[in-house]
């Protein structure tokens, strides 16, 4: 039990922490290897998942992001989102559009808030689609203006807490940005005042039930699954109007728009338990990939934030990466030259450091291409 911190979403003290968690390496939001000592558990009142919020994270956290450098596998370039059985690369945010314009038909005009923004390319997406709203960013320092400052139509950029913000939107958008946040319920309260009545907000996250990689990343601080994200929206005084984790694989994408009530906060408990699975599963990777790694030149698959920590893991064992993402080719990512699954050797081994639904479906497209595929182990009953 965590007497130093108290649940980030409703106060408690009772905090139940996952001891063996601190002893696995980390990885920052933007793809950086980072050492060990993360504190994950869940809250015994209202149920969820999350790192434990301390002075260690929160002078971490100001060290990640004051260091920050959104996508520099690509030079800066957006990620791709790639189809599952094609491998056809889309980049992120057209791909998310696409989707969110099937669920909801934009006025041709408007005002965007988008809450981390980075560099803008979902506020850039959203030009191509929508040319004549007017856009506006939220971030944690100004370092990303200049390129904001090149977006038809761009108007401001929010560096202050989001209650200062003097105005209403049509849209509000937080694309990998509420697990972030500290405090997420109150943040939402306080957003949600800042939505015209008859605007929305759109929400991505990792899907962590499924994709347990994410609770490696150091700055994240909230941990979702499908359930808990809509929990927490709706105890923000929001309706769901679309909320699933089809869109991208181990991602979910949620739309909602206020309402005039708040219901319950409140998870329950069993929901908190795959935490523990997941992080034995995590440790059995590690296992894994070192056994392979003594007996044939491992590569891993991807440079994002699985594969980062995993090479961190084993760093002097892994001998290149292997990434179909046209942005990255012909790079390097962690000092290790980033390969075409073409270019792999014969007789090298690739790691899928993937969740297993996804690296069943890569394993079947690259076996023709890639021999020796170690997948990772499958989610046993209770995972």
Not at 36 to 65: K, M, N
Not at 244 to 264: D, F, G, M, V, Y
Request: hydrophobic share 40%.
């Amino acid at each position: 039990m965590s007497n130093s911190a108290s649940c980030h979403y409703c106060g408690s003290s009772r905090i139940v922490e996952i001891v063996d968690f601190s002893g696995l390496h980390r990885v920052t939001s933007d793809c950086k290897p980072w050492r060990s000592g993360g504190r994950l558990g869940w809250c015994q009142d209202c149920g969820f998942p999350q790192t434990i919020i301390d002075d260690a994270w929160r002078a971490e956290v100001s060290l990640i992001y004051n260091n920050f450098t959104v996508y520099h596998q690509s030079n800066g370039l957006e990620q791709s989102v790639f189809d599952l059985v094609t491998g056809k690369p889309n980049l992120r945010s057209d791909y998310l559009l696409q989707k969110l314009s099937s669920e909801l038909d934009l006025d041709s005009v408007g005002h965007l808030l988008d809450v981390g923004a980075g560099n803008g390319n979902f506020l850039k997406a959203f030009h191509r689609i929508r040319p004549n709203w007017n856009l506006s960013a939220s971030e944690w320092d100004d370092k990303g203006l200049p390129d904001l400052k090149q977006i038809p139509r761009f108007i401001q950029l929010y560096t202050g807490e989001f209650k200062h913000i003097g105005d209403t939107f049509d849209l509000l958008s937080l694309i990998h940005t509420l697990e972030h946040l500290p405090q997420p319920l109150a943040t939402l309260c306080t957003l949600r005042g800042l939505i015209k009545p008859d605007g929305f907000i759109f929400i991505q996250v990792p899907d962590c039930s499924i994709n347990p990689f994410a609770l490696l990343v150091a700055d994240h601080c909230s941990h979702f699954n499908l359930s808990s994200l809509r929990i927490l929206i709706e105890a923000a005084g929001f309706e769901v109007i679309t909320a699933n984790n089809q869109w991208i694989p181990k991602e979910i994408s949620l739309l909602a728009r206020p309402k005039t009530h708040q219901t319950r906060l409140h998870l329950p408990q069993e929901q908190s338990q795959y935490l523990i699975h997941h992080v034995n599963w995590i440790k059995l990777i590690v296992h894994q990939a070192k056994q392979v790694a003594a007996s044939r030149s491992l590569g891993i698959f991807g440079t994002s934030v699985a594969a980062t920590w995993l090479w961190s893991e084993l760093i002097s064992q892994v001998k290149f990466f292997v990434d179909e993402d046209p942005s990255r080719l012909g790079r390097t990512h962690c000092g290790l030259p980033i390969l075409t699954p073409a270019q792999v050797d014969q007789d090298a081994a690739v790691y899928l450091c993937l969740a297993p639904k996804v690296a069943e479906t890569v394993q079947a497209r690259l076996s023709s291409q890639i021999p020796h595929i170690i997948m990772p182990p499958s989610f046993s009953n209770g995972y």
